[in-house]
């Protein structure tokens, strides 16, 4: 599943492409996403010139006239620029054509992503009113997490990947950046202090800096690639090692489920 580091990865690799381009034709060949595509789409976009390529959580916001093109890609979805479009393979649902003949095309073998539109100001869709802050926002920072967290008898894991309280983290990298803080997933978020939580934050933008660097090197394959983008692996210490010893002290890294989700740590290096 693309996390907050491909998008923002997908992002780089679109905006110089279609950013100050004017939109000329749009074919939606399936319009079955997560919700339909809306069928005055091509009145929104065509004609409008694409005025920035913004990034809300996992949701790219292309400012067009007046409003914004939302894309979300959801579990498998994908974006890629062409010069000289390929044949349309199974899965590629919209084209989206340029006036310097560019297209951009949305490709999603499970149909869970979103191709949508958001009107002016984009903050108010329903889809991203709720959001909290994005972690690389000053906004957030370890008291904004103290001060958030003084009421939540929920586990720290979960807080960090509830969407109301800060965006983007998915479950690779809230595990990461757990162990990173040797903080045990499990540990109710109201019984941190104040200084963990600072460690905390720190941890959650290394890890996510360090994942959104690594897509810097696959940039390339945004643009007239074939294939699949990949996803980045970084070298993780915990996540989805269940078994297998720990890179800092050599003790079994443990697996308990959270949530609907699995949590990796070292019992270790990381204290409740
Ligand atoms: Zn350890």
């Known amino acids: 599943m693309p996390e907050l580091p491909e998008v923002e990865t997908t992002r780089r690799g679109v905006a110089g492409r279609v950013v100050g381009r004017r939109i000329v034709g ?7 996403l997560r919700w339909p595509v809306p069928a005055d789409l091509g009145s929104r976009l065509l004609g409008y010139t694409v005025d920035a390529l913004e990034r809300r959580s ?22 890629r620029v062409y010069t ?9 649902h919209v084209d989206l054509v340029f006036d310097d003949d ?5 490709h999603d073998p499970r149909r869970f992503g979103a191709m949508l539109w958001a009107p002016f100001p ?16 000053p906004a957030f920072d370890g008291d904004y997490l103290w001060r958030a967290t003084r009421s939540r008898t929920a586990a720290i894991k979960l ?8 965006v983007g983290i998915g479950n690779i990298y809230a595990n ?3 162990f990173r803080a040797g903080i045990r997933p499990a540990t109710p978020a109201r019984q941190l202090s104040r200084p963990r939580l600072h460690r905390l934050v720190t941890q959650v933008r290394d890890v996510l800096s360090e994942a959104i660097a690594k897509g810097g090197s696959t940039l390339r394959d945004y643009v007239d690639a074939a294939g699949e983008p990949g996803y980045f692996q970084l070298n993780y210490y915990v996540y989805a090692l269940t078994g297998e010893l720990c890179r800092v002290c050599g003790s079994v890294i443990r697996q308990m489920r959270l949530g609907a989700r699995s949590s990796f740590y070292c019992a270790r290096c990381q204290r409740p």
């Not at 000289?84 to 590629?92: C, E, I, Y």
């Not at 807080?159 to 800060?166: E, Y």
Request: glycine letters at 8%.
């Open 84 to 92: 000289q479009p390929p044949p349309r393979v199974l899965h590629d």
């Open 122 to 137: 984009v903050t108010a869709h329903p889809l991203l009113q709720w959001l909290g802050p994005e972690p690389f926002d």
């Open 58 to 79: 996992k949701y790219l916001l292309f400012s067009v006239g007046a409003g914004a093109l939302l894309v979300h890609l959801g579990m498998t979805g994908s974006l």
């Open 102 to 106: 560019t297209v951009l095309r949305y």
């Open 176 to 178: 990461e950046a757990l």
């Open 159 to 166: 807080a960090l990947m509830d969407s109301r309280l800060v």
């Open 26 to 32: 749009l074919q939606v060949y399936d319009s079955r």
